[in-house]
């Protein structure tokens, strides 16, 4: 739909855009990223017309752009921008019915009947029929973009080309904007091309996406580009870290200022509190503690403090935790141990017994990546089975054991624990002496 | 259904909203003719006018000095303040769309100024260009007027990059002044009668003027008002900005062109025949939005229904106020005026600041 071919242009004696090649195809949402200055706005005016060409060509529908003249451009090519200010109070109807300008016919150029059914289907889809008689400048800032979206509907375009329409929004709004674009794309097969500056937006919402930096794509192609982390660091001079979103199939991108990155050492024995009751026992760490974990609560991988184990119902009493579980083991026979081993200190609570669930958090003050971390979750459960064979005791009697994995993330970065390497065998000492420890106070109690 | 019959009220309301300008300036127009030191009867003025003009008098003895009033004197007078009052609000609520600005009028932006510039200059050397014989004077004063527009948004393009309010404005009492100071010059050299003369013909007026004024001014009050209402669409778009309008296919500088010409020339031509009268684009335009909305399809129409009516209803009252003696209509309007521009000045100041 949109070709641009070694395109060299921008402002006078000054080339912004400096030999660029693009292809938006039929029904696409093509995203435009980059910093400040990268030259979007620029290849975004390059391709309205507002700027001139200085050398190669843009073609819109196969048409080269300096051939059309600027009605025919406007009937395949409608532009929503950054909120633009209207003067004197006009209505929303009236805004929108501007945007039939390229269609009317005639010398007195009323609004056909055609044009009115356009404005009514826009209406409706942009969900604005309610205010068509207010005056523009008294509606909210989503419902002006949404008026402004509507004009642009109202040209009955090929080709939306959006400049930061969500600038000014608000998630609610932004969202609602967005699918409501996306919903259009597919029902009707129009092309979008957008100027976007939320990375992750972008990566939600668009098809293929393209990097600008300083004037030409340093990577253009499918959103899974946006897992390159250095091309992103590149341009926007930022950490990044690329993540895929929880439940959709995409990537989102987390920045990291510079202040998290110097944090002081602390003392791994300081750092925390232990209080065991008949009912519960609490471990309050004075810092968030990167967490693996299949506990009832706070399951996954995330940063948390407080961890809990309960026995039999919660209390009454308000118990602030972000990590626990109600176990049917007793907590008097909780077993914990702290050692030092290959300099790392670690902790580790094991309760349970026989027939009953066996409940390990281990907390370890060192530094691992997500794929340590998994080692090091992998290492604990190899342990915890090899003890249980060697216990004679083939079947827990639940299924629902738990395994809590905590790290300090302070000191260096180790990237594998896995059962072969130090770390992942002073994992596997702890829970294997632990558990060990643990059943034999259980036995003995039974005894 | 009820979007319908909401759509029905509103144009129902439009087409009354014409039906009353319209019935208001008919009403005005007999007013001026009637209102006089001597009277003549509502017959008898109709008898006269449709007598001369389609042949179709139905009374037979109509005294000739009566004849000789309405036709020569009152109804040149009444239609020329028509088309005077027509121009200059159809003028201003062009210039008002196209700046995006309600305070935009020709006489604050300057237009005026530099028409009666030209117009001093021909009246006082007594130029005539070849060809273009007595409409040398509206052509001159049109011509001048353009002038004067570049200057101004010269120094507006020069002093700021946006067309502010208020630097628009600023830029027209500049150029104003100056070329009032040229037209002073001009005076002072000027001996005592011709300084007389001109003074008064600067504060507006559209008596003594007969036939032949409204035969100067008609031409380019057609082809401007033609242009002007040609392009109701291009100045609703502009509404948006120029990026804006660009985008939905609008030519902005074609229409800018157009619409500035079109403007000129109403108001060169309305200064080159009564001098500069001011408010008149401001204030006219400025009502009629308050009641139809700032739809350009009618607010252009009904300003030059309602402009003429309003010019003629103020020179009813600068006739009368003192008679025998006259006052310059410029006075009335500028007394009316000057209050409406100070309050649409506030008005604008907080509606920018409620907005932001």
Known sequence: MITVQNLVGGYTHFPIIKGLDLEVKKGEFF?????????????????????????????????????????????????????????????????????????????????????????????????????????????????????????????????LLLDEPTNHLDIKHTFQMLNLLKERQKTTGLTIFAILHDLN??????????????????EAGEVDLLRKEDQLKKVYEVKVKSQSHPTVPKPQLLMTPNHFSSSQLFNFEDSYKIIQSEDYLHVHFNRPLRTISNTAVGAGIQWLKQFCQFEGPKPDKQLPYDAGIVTSAKLEDMVMVTKVIEDIHMMVIVTGGTGKSINIMLFIDSHFTDGALIDGYMSAVEAKVKTMHDLQMFESGESSDTLLLALTQQGTNIAHAGSGTLVGKAIGQMVHGAIKECFSKYAEKIH | MRNLSIRKFSNNKIAWLYVISGGLLLGICLLGLFYSSVTVTVPTILHIILDKTLNMGWLSDVAKNEEMIIWNIRLPRVLLAFCIGASLALAGAAFQGLLRNPLADPYTIGVSSGASLGAVLVLFFQVSIVGLGSFTLPVVAIIFGLISLFIVFGLVRLSSKSLAIETIILAGIIVSAFIGSIVSLIISLSDRESMTQIIYWLYGSVGMRGWSHIQLILPFMLIGSFILIYHYRELNALALGEDAADHIGVDVKKGKTFVLIGASLLTGAAVAVSGSIGFVGLVIPHLIRLVTGPNHRHVLPLSMLVGGAFLILADLMARTIIAPKELPIGVITALIGAPVFALLLIRERFGKGANK
Do not use: W
């Not at chain 1, 009317?104 to 609004?111: A, D, E, R, S, T």
């Open chain 1, 31 to 159: 995203a435009l990223l980059g910093p400040n200055g990268s030259g979007k706005t620029t290849l975004f005016k390059l391709i309205t017309g507002q700027l001139p060409i200085y050398s190669g060509n843009i073609s819109i529908c196969g048409e080269e752009i300096s051939t059309l003249s600027k009605l025919e451009k406007a009937k395949k090519m409608a532009v929503l921008t950054q909120e633009v200010q209207v003067s004197f109070d006009y209505t929303v109807e009236e805004i929108i019915s501007l945007g039939r300008y390229p269609h009317q016919k005639g010398i007195f150029k009323q609004l056909s009947k055609k044009d009115r059914k356009v404005i009514e289907e826009v209406m409706e889809i942009t969900q604005i029929g309610e205010f068509r008689k207010t005056q523009f400048r008294m509606i909210s800032g989503g419902e002006k973009q949404r008026v402004l979206l509507a004009k642009a509907l109202a040209q009955e375009p090929e080709i």
């Open chain 1, 201 to 218: 937006v972008a990566s939600l919402y668009a098809d293929r996406v393209a990097l600008l930096h300083n004037g030409s794509f340093l």
